[in-house]
């Protein structure tokens, strides 16, 4: 089985790579088996400005020495299905896709022999997806794709579509703490209970092996909506642009080094340690409270 790590990164801002090529991209190359050797291709289509993305992740893997970066800006259904995208793919032992729109990342992936040749390897080899912003927001097979933070909450406000489906049952909403977007994932969650939502906060990332395990990585937090124990909504009976109720969804908070097992809807909470000039790239062993 592959590894996937979803992430959240604000690519555009000077500060940003301190935190990001030594904590999440770090632990991305860590994670690959061939580590600073490892072929990564960098899917730039949910962007608005390709070039200028995929050069900062290029420059960003250069800085953890590795240097067999490539950037796939493909822009149509017609691209994804070239024959040297879908070879380059076979070869790559990385794959992110960057942050933007995510409803173009399902509207040309979607149903190509590109997006099958991904999950098949993701679920049959050793082989890492990972995802920022959009990427990681259409990682899963439910997706948010519009919605005001202020309205989310209001019946209709809300839209979800199929996502690009590398994971089942969450859906998953970025830049979650710095745009207020909690009522987007409790709508999300009353709407189809037996998801676990997952809010994404900035410079929080999460690796999920075996599609079962969950840990958080960066220094952000992680926000968890889990309705399997909801015990009512109206939001099946109300007129569109109504308020919603919801009786008992659970929250949990994550913090670096946390897990999450999927299987067993069962959070372990990890101490950390800090280090090197105050990233957190390590914490201790056998310190799991359950």
């Known amino acids: 089985m592959g590894s996937s790590i979803s992430s959240q990164e604000r690519i555009l801002q000077p500060d940003y790579i301190k935190f990001f090529d030594r904590g999440i991209l770090k632990r991305i190359i860590n994670e690959s088996a061939k580590h600073e050797g490892s072929h990564v291709e960098v899917i730039t289509t949910a962007s608005q400005i390709p070039e ?122 970025t830049h979650f703490v710095q745009r207020g977007r909690i009522g987007r994932l409790l709508y999300a969650v009353a709407s189809n209970p037996g998801i676990l939502g997952i809010g994404l906060g900035e410079d929080a990332g999460l690796l999920i092996t075996e599609g079962s395990m969950m840990e958080a990585i960066g220094s952000g937090l992680i926000i968890l909506v889990d309705g399997k124990n909801m015990v009512e909504t109206n939001i099946y009976d109300v007129e569109l642009g109504s308020p919603v109720s919801i009786e008992n969804l659970r929250l949990h908070v994550m913090s670096i080094y946390d897990k999450y097992d999927l299987q067993q809807h069962r959070l372990l909470i990890k101490k950390a340690i800090k280090v090197e000039d105050g990233v957190f790239i390590k914490g201790p062993d056998n310190e799991f409270m359950q």
Do not use: C, W
């Open 52 to 173: 200028l993305v995929g050069n900062e992740y290029i420059k960003a893997f250069s800085q953890l020495n590795v240097p067999k970066v490539n950037t796939m800006h493909i822009k149509s259904r017609e691209d994804a299905a070239h024959k040297s995208y879908l070879d380059r793919i076979r070869k790559a032992d990385i794959v992110i896709f960057t942050g933007g729109d995510q409803l173009r990342l399902s509207s040309i992936f979607g149903g190509t022999e590109f997006l099958q040749l991904l999950k098949t390897r993701y679920q049959k080899e050793s082989f890492l997806l990972a995802g920022t912003s959009a990427g990681a927001a259409a990682a899963s097979t439910h997706m948010i794709y519009r919605g005001q933070s202020n309205d989310a909450l209001i019946k209709g406000e809300v839209q979800i579509t199929a996502g690009l489906g590398f994971i089942d049952s969450v859906i998953i909403d």
